[in-house]
């Protein structure tokens, strides 16, 4: 089995900052691209943010300059830091990745973490 477990949400006044953790485990054998989705009430899940094992980044454009992701192979983490938070960034924020197993070596499957609330005042 493979759990991603998110940690570090909250309430923020805008123009506050927020991290954002997310830790893999169970039978992983490696992990490719990881990153970070939001859904906002009556709105459809987007990407904000993704890793490759290699350390590429992609953002969608409105975090851009303000939200950095980065992982550690090491730990099969991934980490999202929130600058200069608006009110629009207001989400659940899930967790996603990329994930070969060490028991179904063949192929990578996708897990989801189970969200984290974060809400920015303004």
């Known amino acids: 089995q493979v759990q991603l477990v998110e940690s570090g949400g909250g309430l923020v006044q805008a123009g506050g900052s927020l991290r954002l953790s997310c830790a893999a485990s169970?039978?992983?054998?490696?992990?490719?691209?990881m990153g970070w989705y939001r859904q906002a009430p009556g709105k459809q899940r987007e990407l904000v943010a993704s890793?490759?094992?290699?350390?590429?980044?992609n953002y969608v454009d409105s975090v851009k300059g303000r939200f950095t992701i980065s992982r550690d192979n090491a730990k099969n983490m991934v980490s999202l830091q929130m600058n200069s938070l608006k009110p629009e960034d207001t989400a659940v924020y899930y967790c996603?990745?990329?994930?070969?197993?060490?028991?179904?070596?063949?192929?990578?499957?996708?897990?989801w973490g189970q969200g984290t609330q974060v809400t920015v005042s303004s």
């Open positions: 169970g039978s992983i054998a490696s992990i490719n691209i």
């Open positions: 890793v490759t094992k290699g350390g590429s980044t």
């Open positions: 996603n990745a990329d994930i070969v197993r060490r028991d179904l070596p063949f192929a990578a499957y996708n897990y």
